[in-house]
């Protein structure tokens, strides 16, 4: 599988080591702004790739590479910026893979797997026969894996040793999250449900007024919407209720943050963006479908969608629309944000053709203008023309 056309961005400039191209090099430095304080739109398909074949599960992703399990039994990474294959091995998933800490986890055949991340090769594997319905998490080298029958287990990511095993009595509504050293849990029963990553003791567990949705885990905070209408915001050193807000509708998918803000949807098809410090709306915007997830933030452009293309950007600032991404074809998976300190916004989307199979789409945003060398200027002064003498 090779990509038909592939463009990709390249705005470093050559360093120079003369003292003028320096501080040139320094006032450029300080007259560019961040990446991350850019808008994804306008953007344009960098690439595309057919993979040929339809997934079978929702990608992983890590900073370098995204991981598909495609027909046929086969799992397949490639290199999130240019696109090429990196790796093709046998493995058939039964739950979705998750990449963290240089290994690719996933469930298959009773057992959990480990692959490196390098080569697609075995790193180990570990029995597990339990069945799940939310995909496992991996962070700071943990694994945790909610199993359908409400325990929770957690394994060493390094080498699969299992270091605890705890019975909730509910089943996970949606999957874990992990920040600092506690696991949350958003519970089927309507708790979220704290507990120590390296024990799995019982920290706190709050119960809410709905089922609880995904959840983002910060290290003071808390935040997850519900199916009783509530956007919830609760402390994390308690589980304490530090503010929630009342919508329209269910609350779904796991909201985006920045330092003022939390965004998030609910299923009224309204977007949100509240303070979150004090949960006080600062934006509300309405959408024309009904999405399917939480919203993304790609840089200062806030990313929403459906089932369908195209999707939809907001400015995170003020909720003005932008420019609407185009993608080939209905969702097959969930987009995925890439970008950080050296690298412009952009946007992983794979969209679904029942006949030819799943493509993936790169979508980013360049610098406008783009940098480009420094030449010589056209028809440079060489002498120094001589004064006329003064006229008596």
Known sequence: ????????????????TTRCCSALALIIAFATPAF????????????????????????????????????????????LIRGEQQWLVTAKPSSAPVAADGFVFFLQDDHITALHTTDGS??????????????????????????????????????????WQRDLRTAAHASPAISGDRVYVPGENGHVIALQIETGA?????????????ILALDDRIFVGATDHYMYC???????????????????????????????VSLDNVLRAADRSHGVQQW??????????????AGATIVVYGLQSPLRTFDLKDGKAGPDLAAPG????????????????????????????????????????????????????????ALAPPQG
């Open 1 to 16: 599988m090779r990509l038909k056309d592939k463009r990709y961005y390249n705005g470093v400039a050559e360093r120079r």
């Open 36 to 79: 991350a304080d850019l808008t994804l739109t306008p953007a344009r398909a960098m690439w595309t790739l057919a993979l040929n074949s339809h997934i079978t599960q929702p990608p992983a992703y890590d900073e370098a590479n995204g991981y598909f399990a495609i027909d046929g039994d086969r799992l397949v990474a490639y290199d």
């Open 122 to 163: 075995e790193a180990w594997t570990t029995p597990f026969a339990d069945t799940v319905s939310v995909a496992p998490i991996a962070l700071s080298g943990w694994l945790i894996v909610a199993s359908s029958d409400g325990k929770l287990s957690a394994f060493r990511a390094v080498d699969g040793t299992q270091i």
């Open 202 to 214: 019982p920290v706190w567990d709050r119960r809410l007024g709905g089922t609880p949705n995904d």
């Open 234 to 264: 609760l402390k994390s050193a308690d589980g304490s209720i530090d503010w929630l807000w009342r919508v329209g509708s269910e609350v779904t998918g796991r909201p985006a943050v920045d330092e003022r803000r939390v965004y998030f």
């Open 284 to 297: 509300i915007q309405m959408l024309k479908f009904r999405p399917i997830a939480g919203p993304l933030k």
């Open 330 to 385: 209905d969702l097959a998976a969930p987009p995925h944000v890439l970008g950080g300190a050296n690298q412009p916004p952009a946007l992983l989307v794979v969209t679904r053709d029942i006949a030819k199979g799943d493509t993936v789409t790169y979508f980013a945003r360049t610098l406008d203008p783009e940098v480009s060398r420094f030449v010589p200027l056209a028809n440079p002064v060489t002498t120094v023309p």
